[in-house]
Structure formats: C-alpha cells, structure tokens
C-alpha cells in the first residue's frame, strides 16, 4: 500500500473511532426536517410548471453552457435575471456564481488584499471561511454575536476592513444584531459583507432577506444570496455595487475559472424568484415557526429561533446519534451535525421547518422530542 493510501486509511479509522465519519445517504424518511427546502420550491410541481413552459419561450438554448461566462458561457437571459434579483433586493448590480459555496470564495479571495483586515463572527460558514483563507489579508474573529469583541478588532484592524457575517447562522439559526453591527463598520469605515442563505425567503417582507427588512442596504458592502435553500434551486449571487460587479468578472477566479451554470438553472431561479414576488411565504413560514416555539416551550437543550433553523443540543456525538437514530426510526428526516462541522461538546440536532410541515407533523415530532430522554 502506498504512503498515500495509508495515509488516507488512517485518518478513515481515525473519524470511526471517534464516531465521526462521514457517508452519504439518500434520504428515504417520509417527513422532511432536514432540507433547506424551506419553502417547498424545489418539490414544487406548479414551479416545475413554470419553468418548463419559460424554457419553451427560447427559440434556441443548449443543454449546457459550453463555457465560462467569459467565453461561451454567457447568455443574456442571464445578465437580465441578475438585473431582476439586484432590483428585488434593491441593490445597484448583480453577479452569479454557480454556488453559495463559489460566491463566497471568490468575493472573498479576490476583494481583500495584503494589508488589509477580515474580520468574521466566529460561526461563519466554511465557503466563508476559506475564502478568508485564500487571501494575505489580516484576520481576526470575533465571538459570536459579539459586537464589543468586534469593536476591539475594528480598533486595531488596518487597511480596507471587511467584516463578514450571516444573517442567519447555519448551524445555530440565530440572527445577530445587524444594525449594530452595521453602525459599528460605518464608524470605522469597515466594509459589511452579509450572506443571507438561510434568510432569503424566510426574512423581510416577500423573503427579501434580514438587510432588506433592517432598511441597511445602503450600510452594506455586498450581500450574498444562495438559491439553493428556500429558491429550491442551485446556485447564487453577490450583490453589490455596479463596480463591485465588474471587479468580480475580472478577479474572482471562482466565477472565472468554472464553467457557466446551463440556461434552464438560470430559468429556475428567475422562475423562482417570480414565486417570491407573487406570494409572501415569510407569514406563512412564520407560522410555522411560531407554532414550533409554542410547543417545543423551552424543553430542555432546545434553542428557538426566529429563522426556519431550530436545534437540539446535546454534549456528545453518542447522545446526538443516538437521537437522531430514534427520531429516524419514527419516520422523521432529521440529521445530527457532529464535530467538527460543529465543536465537540456541541453536538446538535438540526430542525429545518418547512411550509410543506403540516402543524400536526410538527406537533407530533415535538411530542417524540420530549419523549428522546
Ligand atoms: C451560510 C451559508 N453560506 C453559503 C453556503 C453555500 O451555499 P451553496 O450550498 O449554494 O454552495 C451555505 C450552504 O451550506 C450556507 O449555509
């Protein structure tokens, strides 16, 4: 066996040990708690609907894109839609990428520069994370939440300062206090950089998102938003200024360096969107939410949020997985996140409310929730 494959076959046993490892699955379970499929867009036949009667409007489209954008992979329809979700969420310009995951390493390696000061709340999403990685910039985290922590570091931050943060936090679903945190960057000439995947279509009037319903589009650098969540769909854009635009088609090696996104995902999230313009699903998930609050009543390690994210804690990776194992046994689609996507001792149970959830589904999970002791 090479050094190589026993390199690999040790770090496996490692992760089995300690209860760790990784598989995939494809989920058979009847009653969905785990997706981001929050707001059942992507199992939507009328959205389905809609975008297949779209695609039959072009005369002529491929299958894939042939290219990246800067070749043959750009099409009109799509710098139209990226004028269409800059103008939803009233900001001067759009570009997508072809995932969350994508937007935030490009934004992120190519905006800050040797000189200059990242600063993250702690909890910030890989994709965040190792964008930050890629640069020579300084960088700092801050505890979570914790805007006496950031002001420290915007003290001493030097050069283009950029802070990062969720709108709401993936793991925890807990939203920060935005609007403190944007005065903070506006005193010390900081640049906010939010990502918004888990509140568009959940937060701000039509799903616009926690900046939007804060009126802080004008205190904002540049906001991501994901369409794999509550759009249903694949993919993403950074919004941001016109500038701000053209740099990333220029620097942005991740929007650069990839094959553009096929011209029916570009349909599906146009389409997507057009179901958050006509409808306003944020009441409707916000029921669900409040009723999920009302009947979980604080018991035990449970945290509520006003996001579609709710958890269950528990202090080890045994008790989660054991859990998690009872609630599956009763049907429901529910996964523990283990260290180290979360730090060890944190183990939780993450519960994604969806508009799909009846109340007496949500009911009846609760009910096998106080009953896991
Ligand atoms: C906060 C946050 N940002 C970005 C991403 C990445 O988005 P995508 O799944 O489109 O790559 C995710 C998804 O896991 C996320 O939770």
Redesign the pocket.
């Known amino acids: 066996m090479s050094t190589a494959e026993e390199f690999i076959k040790l770090r496996l046993a490692q992760r089995i040990e300690n209860g760790s490892i990784r598989k995939l699955s494809a989920s058979t379970l009847p009653v969905d708690f785990c997706s981001n499929d929050y707001l059942g867009f992507a199992r939507s036949d009328e959205l389905k609907k809609h975008i297949e009667g779209t695609l039959q409007d072009f005369t002529t489209y491929q299958n894939g894109s042939g290219g990246s954008r800067l070749l043959s992979g750009n099409h009109f329809f799509t710098e139209e839609t990226e004028q269409f979700i800059a103008h939803f969420h009233n900001a001067e310009s759009g570009l997508i990428f072809n ?3 994508d937007a ?1 390493v490009g934004l992120l390696s190519s905006i800050a520069q040797r000189g200059d000061t990242i600063i993250s709340d702690e909890l910030i ?1 890989a ?1 965040l994370i190792d964008g930050s990685r890629l640069t020579h910039a300084n960088r700092y985290t801050f505890k979570h939440n914790d805007t006496s922590q950031l002001e420290t570091k915007l003290k001493i931050a030097k050069g283009n300062i950029y802070v990062i943060v ?1 709108s709401v936090y ?1 793991m925890d679903g807990d939203i920060p206090p935005l609007t403190e945190i944007a005065q903070l960057c506006n005193l010390y000439d900081a640049n906010l950089i939010v ?1 918004e ?2 509140a568009l279509g959940v937060l701000g009037n039509h799903g616009k998102g926690l900046v939007q319903h804060l009126d802080l589009e004008q205190q904002v650098f540049a906001r ?1 938003m ?1 369409f ?1 969540k509550a759009l249903g769909c ?3 854009i950074v919004l941001g200024s016109v500038n701000l635009r053209k740099y990333l088609i220029n620097f942005a090696r991740s929007f650069i360096y990839t094959t553009a996104a096929p011209i029916h995902n570009i349909v599906a999230i146009k389409c997507a969107y057009q179901r958050l313009i006509e409808t306003n699903h944020t009441l409707l998930i916000a029921h669900k939410i409040k009723l999920y609050h009302q009947h979980i009543n604080g018991f035990l390690e449970t945290t509520t949020t006003e996001s579609a994210i709710q958890t269950l804690r528990f202090n080890s990776t045994n008790h989660a997985k054991a859990s998690d194992q009872k609630l599956q046994n009763k049907g429901y689609d529910v996964r523990a996140i283990l260290s180290p996507t979360v730090p060890k001792g944190k183990e939780r149970i993450r519960i994604c409310l969806h508009l799909f959830n009846s109340d007496e589904q949500i009911i009846d999970l609760i009910k096998e929730i106080k009953n896991l002791q």
């Open positions: 995932s969350g995951y935030n999403h994709s969720e993936s990502d995947a888990h991501v994901t794999g694949h993919g993403a």
